[in-house]
Each structure stands twice: as structure tokens, then as C-alpha cells.
């Protein structure tokens, strides 16, 4: 059993269109960490959200925290398909200094 | 200048052979960690290391050994490869662990086929 499920598992748009994507747990999180990959490269951070009920915005990109920090989403606005990418959710292990990812969603944004 | 470079970025092996990936990072960070990415698994941590006399297990650490050579180099190796080792391994750096989580820092990945 995976620490972190993230919904869908792969989704694929048009251009213009919204999504949301999300990451659950079972657990309670300090923080909650959403990173983007592109292929070919390595994940690179977007945001870190560590209240609970937080909502951080990004340009197009909105991410909000539960009330509960257990999970999270990431909203995008007018997707394009500079978006593409694997996203990733990741959090530290209680007490722990280690991070774990979730198994992401693999955005298509179709031109 | 990436910030963290890793090399080699392909390798086709057979198996059982030695094969050492490395990663050298600019970043002046002390904390470094290999992690393999598999299909719909995410990234999964192999080892770790907070400074050049620690070394940590991961979750998958069966079949790895690291070396820490220094501040910023940090090796894996697959002592004898088997097949199931296939993935794309990715070295990551992080500074010390500020409030909300820090971030960490990933190198171009290494995909590594075992024959």
C-alpha cells in the first residue's frame, strides 16, 4: 500500500481546458510537496504547502492543502501544452527527514 | 551549468556486471539521495546521506551500495545487475531541512537497461 495515491493516473486535454488532479492519504502531513517533470528531466518543485486549508497560486496553477493536511490538489486554468509533464506529490515521513512521492499523474495537454 | 549532473545518462548492461552511476552536484548542499523511478510507482529512495561520514538505507536498498566520496559527489553501484534493476535512476540534493519541508534538487536521471 502506497503512502500517497494521486488521481487520475494519466489525463489527457485540450488546450484551454481546466483540470484538477489530486493526492490522498490516509495520513497527516506537515507539509505536502508538488513537483512537475518534464520527460527527459528530472522533477523540479512547484510548490509547498504546510497549513492546513492553504491555497498557493502559480501563474495558472492553484494548490490547496486539506483542512485536515491530508491531501491535496492542484488546479490548472486554460491548460497548455507547456503543462505536459508527470506531477508529482511528494511529503516528508513523520518525524523523518526522508521525502516520499507519490505515483503521479501524467498530464497531455494537446494543442 | 546544471547543478547537479549525473553520469552516465544511458547505460545498457548485462547481467551480472558492476555498474557504477555517479552524481556531482555544485549546490554546496550536504544531503544526497538516489532514488529509481518506475512506471506508475513514482520515485522510490535507495539511499541517502546527510553529511560525508552518513550513510542511510532507503526504502529498496536490496541489491545497492553507495559511497560518499565527498561533500559533493555521491555514487551508486550495482554490484551484480539483474534485469528487475531496469529503471530511471535519479541523484537529488536538499539543504537542511528549513520549516515547510525544503526542496529538493534532481539531476537529468540515468536510465539504466540490464539485459
Known amino acids: 500500500t502506497q503512502l500517497l495515491e494521486q488521481s487520475p493516473q494519466f489525463l489527457s486535454i485540450q488546450e484551454g481546458e481546466n483540470l484538477t488532479v489530486y493526492c490522498n492519504s490516509s495520513s497527516v502531513f506537515s507539509s505536502l510537496q508538488w513537483y512537475r517533470q518534464e520527460p527527459g528531466e528530472g522533477p523540479v518543485l512547484l510548490v509547498t504547502?504546510?497549513?492546513?486549508?492553504e491555497v498557493k497560486k502559480l501563474k495558472r496553477l492553484t494548490f490547496q492543502f486539506g483542512d485536515a493536511r491530508k491531501d491535496s490538489s492542484l488546479h490548472i486554468t486554460a491548460a497548455q501544452p507547456g503543462d505536459t509533464g508527470l506531477y508529482l506529490c511528494a511529503v516528508k515521513r513523520n518525524y523523518g527527514q526522508n521525502f516520499v512521492f507519490g505515483p503521479g499523474t501524467r498530464l497531455s495537454v494537446l494543442p | 551549468d546544471a547543478d547537479v549532473t549525473q553520469t552516465p545518462r544511458n547505460r545498457i548492461t548485462k547481467t551480472g556486471k558492476r555498474i557504477m552511476l555517479e552524481c556531482s552536484q555544485t549546490k554546496g548542499h550536504d544531503r544526497m539521495y538516489w532514488y529509481r523511478q518506475d512506471p506508475g510507482l513514482g520515485l522510490r529512495l535507495i539511499y541517502y546521506?546527510?553529511?560525508?561520514?552518513?550513510?542511510n538505507k532507503g526504502e529498496i536498498s536490496d541489491g545497492y551500495s553507495v559511497s560518499r566520496q565527498a561533500q559533493a559527489k555521491f555514487s551508486l553501484s550495482l554490484e551484480s545487475a539483474i534485469p528487475n534493476q531496469t529503471a530511471l535512476y535519479f541523484c537529488a540534493t536538499s539543504d537542511l531541512q528549513l520549516a515547510g519541508g525544503g526542496e529538493q534538487f534532481f539531476g537529468p536521471g540515468t536510465r539504466l537497461t540490464v539485459l
Open positions: 504547502v504546510v497549513t492546513g486549508g
Open positions: 546521506s546527510f553529511d560525508v561520514k552518513d550513510i
